[in-house]
């Protein structure tokens, strides 16, 4: 996974300082991407409280979705059904990873809001499996993943670090408009277990506000922890932020390492029914190996007999499903 790297001091100025911090990081994350860093460090940005409340900038509201290829059905903007989360005992999910959660089954009642339980994996006993795209640190390939998955009518979820979002509107807001689901990546993408309750509830909080601000539109109930790291106070924090689940994953692709796209598949392919697949948007422009995996993947599970489904769907939490009509033949 990626280790976070200690940027920008705390500071309480005011937002357009920590903006043009996540700018100045950004870049020289490119630049290093460009000198051939080959798995480049997540930044890790403004972490205070004070940063934590502040809102995000207000950002362009461009409707990009131009000469996109237009996907079966798109839900309705701003009316989704969110369910409210009611209070209810702790769902018997794993507290360990990578052990993935026992067979499960998810209640119409969300558990407390006092703590989110931990999910590795959906039920066992339906023959779906959740794709997940984590980062978004290279635009070229959110972009690339976004093909295949308009190409092969894939229903996933995203799950884009904050500052890459609020730094990419245009992308986001499309990625939101073709009826995609979104989820919450933290603001900056640190280590949470590394934090105080209130710093981790403030990258949860603004993780999420910097996402409705680049899409428009709401965020679903999910938290993916950086590095799949989680500890209680994580749960507990997540539950008070309203997040229905923190999602970690069962089947790593394995795609942030050096391998080649032939290992990438082989590892995505090792999944079963319930599985949640993690991959990155991180390649550099000039080789997509995640694109080129996932094109192999998602036709491989389907000839198999798997659906692809949004974690929502896995998990029975309503929200957007970009391809809701059966799926293609393989
Ligand atoms: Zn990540």
Not at 70 to 75: G, H, N, T, Y
Not at 138 to 149: C, G, K, T, W
Not at 154 to 170: D, I, L, R, S
Not at 214 to 239: I, Q, S
């Amino acid at each position: 996974m990626h280790a976070p790297v200690s940027g920008a001091a705390a500071d309480g100025e005011g937002e357009s300082r920590v903006i043009l911090q996540a700018r100045v990081l950004l870049f020289a994350m490119t630049v290093g991407v460009l000198a051939g860093a080959a798995e480049p460090p997540l930044a890790r940005l403004d972490v205070s409280p004070a940063a934590a409340e502040a809102p995000v900038e207000a950002a362009p509201d461009p409707d990009s979705a131009g000469a996109a290829p237009k996907p079966r059905s798109v839900a309705p903007a701003g009316s989704l059904p969110w369910v409210e989360l009611d209070p209810g005992d702790d769902l018997p999910y794993g507290r360990a990873m990578p052990r993935p959660t026992p067979d499960l089954t998810v209640s119409p009642t969300y558990p407390s809001r006092t703590r989110a339980p931990l999910v590795t994996n959906g039920p066992r006993s339906r023959p779906a499996v959740a794709i997940t795209v984590d980062d978004g640190h290279s635009p070229v390939a959110v972009e690339a993943i976004l093909e295949v998955f308009l190409e092969r009518a894939v229903n996933a979820t995203w799950f884009p670090v904050g500052a890459f979002a609020v730094n990419q509107p245009a992308l986001w807001h499309r990625i939101a408009g073709l009826g995609f689901e979104i989820a919450n990546h933290t603001w900056s993408h640190p280590d949470l277990t590394q934090l105080g309750a209130s710093a981790i509830e403030g990258e949860i909080r603004r993780g999420r506000a910097a996402i409705e601000q680049a899409t428009g539109r709401p965020v679903a109930p999910f938290l993916r922890p950086p590095g799949g790291a989680w500890n209680e106070a994580v749960l507990a924090a997540a539950g008070r932020r309203g997040e229905a689940f923190v999602v970690t994953w069962d089947v790593t692709s394995g795609d942030t390492g050096r391998g080649p796209v032939g290992q990438v598949v082989e590892n995505a392919l090792s999944g079963r029914a319930g599985t949640i697949l993690l991959f990155h948007a991180n390649d550099r422009g000039d080789k997509l190996r995640t694109a080129e995996a996932l094109a192999i993947v998602i036709d491989a599970y389907r000839a198999r007999g798997f659906e692809l489904v949004t974690l929502g769907q896995l998990l029975g939490v309503p929200g957007p499903v970009p391809f809701p009509g059966p799926a293609p033949d393989p």
